[in-house]
């Protein structure tokens, strides 16, 4: 094909084109063909879809232009948006800041974030890197300054797991991770959480490790359970922790089923690793054969425990 076919070609490929985009009507019925309004902006663009409608016209072969538009538009699969300034996910939302701003003043409700979290993946996005984060250091800000303090600007699992372990008491199923009574699990108000409290489920090969315990969340009359405690806690850079190395060298197995109820991480018995101190039990004051607790890959810790009697755990608590 000489170059002045070629050209006459594209030409008309192009008035062709033209008028295609500007038939209203057409466009109307066959709105996937809105696309073209972008091809027009591009000369060159223009040009190549012209040849190849003038080729298939010529042929009475329209449907190649439909498989050539398929074969030369397909974009790069985008799993996850970077969420960049001119990203179209950001286009109808308001800004970072502006909401920054706005949960600031509701003292960062958890309801609230977990709310703006189902919206949209924009928002969602959103609450996982900041205002999770921005909740975890409001609620406990010693613990979260403590557990930053290595260097790390996140924390093992995510911010949002952290925050909902701050608040939330797991509870426990019939045939689950405790194989206890059914308690649902269940928001709490506030909960105080100790660095203090966390030496004592340490053997003493692993109390370098830092770690943050709550006191027990208390379900009393259990039926046969008597009087339960629930009871959570997290590591600080518990990958690099003397408890996790030594529950890989003891080759402790993870729970087959069960996962962590905050970060869905798979989860080490601290019972069958044989790793529970007697200390633990003094601390929460509770039998000492009736206390079991599971760390997961993140540092999340969460147990379980019969509570003594107030008499009793008074005098367990001296001998401590």
């Known amino acids: 094909m000489t170059f002045v076919n070629w050209h006459s070609h594209c030409l008309f490929g192009f008035i062709w084109l033209k008028s295609y985009i500007l038939n209203v009507k057409l466009l109307n019925q066959h709105p996937r063909y809105i696309f073209l309004w972008y091809l027009y902006g591009s000369m060159q663009s223009c040009l190549r ?66 709310t703006l979290s189902c919206v949209c993946k924009w928002f969602d996005d959103l609450a996982k890197r900041v205002l999770w984060k921005e909740f975890c ?5 010693k613990m979260m300054l403590d557990l930053q303090s290595s260097g790390s600007h996140s924390v093992d699992g995510s911010w949002r797991a952290l925050g909902k372990l701050l608040i939330y008491c797991s509870g426990s199923s019939k045939g689950g991770l405790f194989n206890s009574t059914q308690i649902p699990g ?23 490790d830092v770690l943050y315990v709550s006191d027990p969340c208390e379900h009393l009359d ?36 069960e996962v962590c109820p905050y970060c869905k991480a798979k989860l080490w018995s601290m019972l069958q ?29 969460l147990g379980i425990c019969t509570l003594l009697p107030l008499s009793d755990s008074e005098e367990a608590s001296e001998l401590e």
């Open 137 to 141: 250091k409001t609620r406990a800000p």
């Open 222 to 257: 259990q039926g046969e359970e008597g009087d339960v405690g629930f009871f959570r806690g997290v590591f600080k850079s518990f990958s690099m922790s003397k408890v996790r190395k030594m529950l890989i060298k003891r080759e402790a197995k993870l729970h087959p089923t």
């Open 49 to 114: 879809i012209g040849r190849a409608c003038t080729m298939a016209t010529l042929r009475g072969e329209m449907n190649q232009v439909e498989k050539w538009r398929v074969d030369t538009m397909i974009l790069a699969k985008q799993y996850r948006c970077i969420h960049s300034t001119s990203c179209r996910c950001t286009k109808g939302h308001l800004s970072e800041d502006v909401i920054f701003l706005v949960f600031q003043q509701l003292n960062w409700n958890p309801k609230d974030i977990a």
């Open 273 to 301: 690793a044989k790793m529970i101190p007697q200390s633990a039990s003094c601390r929460l004051g509770a039998y000492e054969d009736c206390i079991e607790y599971y760390v997961c890959l993140n540092g999340h810790m």
């Open 186 to 208: 269940h928001f709490v108000y506030r909960t105080r959480f100790s660095r203090t409290s966390g030496k004592s489920f340490l053997l003493p090969q692993c109390r370098t």
